[in-house]
């Protein structure tokens, strides 16, 4: 069985701040891990996934993740945040397999202060 | 890039009323589309995972006979919320997954949806 937890439901981040959203993933295989991000009212938009290639995955809008094995992590940082930044973020994982069922984390808000 | 179109958004509705939701891959194919549930500031939750030509298979808890899918083609599927209740109201999001492997699911704008 796979599960994602995603630490800290709200992030709140002023503008031109490092963001870091924390991802910590179980799973009994090699993972592939996801983080999606969801504006109101909308569905989800992948920035980036690990699909056991580098483990530094960059993603678009500026996000990148690293993936670490030994802490079972998959954290999602932006050097700078911008005020469109603000949304809700999701983690998730899947075991790589062809029907890729994704298992998501709770989410986690971003607001961005201006 | 690949595009999935859910229709409708929105809808709103008596008690009582059947609700059909569509999943169209636009650009691609998708033998696999998965259906989400979301509840206000919660996360997805898988409801089924409907395959091209074949029967949806539904996730513990849900009933398969209120939640019915069809994926009668690799560019649609539909879900239909029969004898719907207040208490189906909720986000509904479709996925589909490229046909082509190695390829990460594409998400809908999702439906809205509001029984009264």
Excluded at chain 1, 33 to 42: G, M
Excluded at chain 1, 73 to 92: G, I, N, Q, R, V
Excluded at chain 2, 23 to 38: G, I, V
Excluded at chain 2, 60 to 71: A, C, M, P, S, Y
């Amino acid at each position: 069985a796979q599960s994602v937890t995603q630490l800290g439901s709200h992030v709140s981040v002023s503008e031109g701040a490092l963001v870091l959203l924390r991802c910590n993933y179980s799973s009994s295989v090699p993972p592939y891990l996801f983080w999606y991000v969801q504006y109101p009212n909308q569905g989800l938009q992948l920035l980036l996934k690990y699909t056991s290639a580098a483990t530094l995955v960059k993603g678009i809008n500026g996000f990148e993740a690293e993936f670490k094995k030994s802490e079972t992590s998959f954290h999602l940082t932006k050097p700078s945040a911008h005020m469109s930044d603000a949304a809700e973020y999701f983690c998730a994982v899947s075991d790589g397999s062809g029907a890729q069922k994704l298992v998501f984390g709770q989410g986690t808000r971003l607001t961005i202060n201006p | 890039g690949a595009v999935v179109s859910q229709h409708p958004s929105r809808v709103i509705c008596k008690s009582g009323t059947s609700v059909k939701i569509e999943c169209r891959s636009l650009d691609f194919q998708a033998t696999t589309m998965f259906w989400y549930r979301q509840f206000p500031k919660q996360s997805l939750m898988l409801m089924a995972t409907s395959n091209e030509g074949s029967k949806a298979t539904y996730e513990q808890g849900v009933e398969k006979d209120k939640f019915l899918i069809n994926h009668a083609s690799l560019t649609l599927s539909t879900l239909t919320v029969t004898s719907a209740h207040p208490e189906d109201s909720s986000f509904y999001i479709c996925s589909a997954c490229p046909t082509v492997s190695n390829q990460p699911q594409h998400f809908g704008d999702g439906t809205r949806l509001s029984i009264l």
